[in-house]
């Protein structure tokens, strides 16, 4: 079955850059999305379609996907950017979500 | 606005069965494919199972195939879960969520529903 690895957790100080990876098998020539968790409530779409924001969504929230690599990119983070998040994608009628990072703000 | 909302949930003993359901407003149900997806207690998000916009097709993890069945009532705008043979490792909290196909992704979430399967 295919699978998503990303890092258990990255840290990052306020307004900083944070990059969170999500590596799968030639996921470049699929779709990745991204999702935020924060602490009890339930995922939030943040990117799409590899680098597609949702309406809503902030502009320091980017993603890119190439290879074997997805990256979400978080500029200027905010301390309400803390959570968890996980990439996404689909694999020949199989929904496959990457096993999350957890964001710290210092 | 969307609105997906789970119910159903609750504390059942190993070997028993338990049915979910999902009630939605705010968009057209029959025009969307729907997801349940699960995450166990500090652990992350797992995909459970999908069913088209008309219910002719339906996939399942294989962590849950043969036991678990989904389903809807378009006409209700409700999607179900129906869960036989309830294992301690099937105790997560159970969402909704609704699929965009044109990226395969997930752009709304109901709040979950928690199943804990214990004796």
């Known amino acids: 079955s295919y699978e998503l690895t990303q890092p258990p957790s990255v840290s990052v100080s306020p307004g900083q850059t944070v990059t969170i990876t999500c590596s799968g098998d030639?996921?470049?020539?699929?779709?990745a999305s991204w999702y935020q968790q924060k602490s009890g409530q339930s995922p939030v779409l943040v990117i799409y379609q590899d680098d597609k924001r949702p309406s809503g969504i902030p502009e320091r929230f980017s993603g890119s996907n190439s290879g074997n690599t997805a990256t979400l990119t978080i500029s200027g983070t905010q301390a309400m950017d803390e959570a968890d998040y996980y990439c996404q994608t689909w694999d020949r009628s199989s929904y496959v979500f990457g096993t999350g990072t957890k964001v710290t703000v210092l | 606005q969307v609105q997906l909302v789970e119910s159903g949930g609750g504390v059942v003993q190993p070997g028993t069965s338990l049915r979910l359901s999902c009630g939605t407003s705010g968009f057209s149900f029959r025009s969307y494919a729907i997801h349940w997806v699960r995450q166990a207690p500090g652990r992350g998000l797992e995909w459970v199972a999908v069913?088209?916009?008309?219910?002719?097709?339906?996939y399942y993890a294989d962590s849950v195939k043969g036991r678990f069945t989904i389903s809807r009532d378009n006409s209700k705008n409700t999607l179900y879960l129906q869960m036989t043979s309830l294992r301690p490792e099937d105790r997560s909290v159970y969402y909704c969520a609704r699929e965009i196909s044109s990226g395969k992704h997930f752009d709304s979430w109901g709040q979950g529903t928690l199943v804990t399967v214990s004796s």
């Open positions: 030639k996921l470049g020539d699929k779709y």
């Open positions: 069913i088209s916009s008309d219910g002719d097709n339906q």
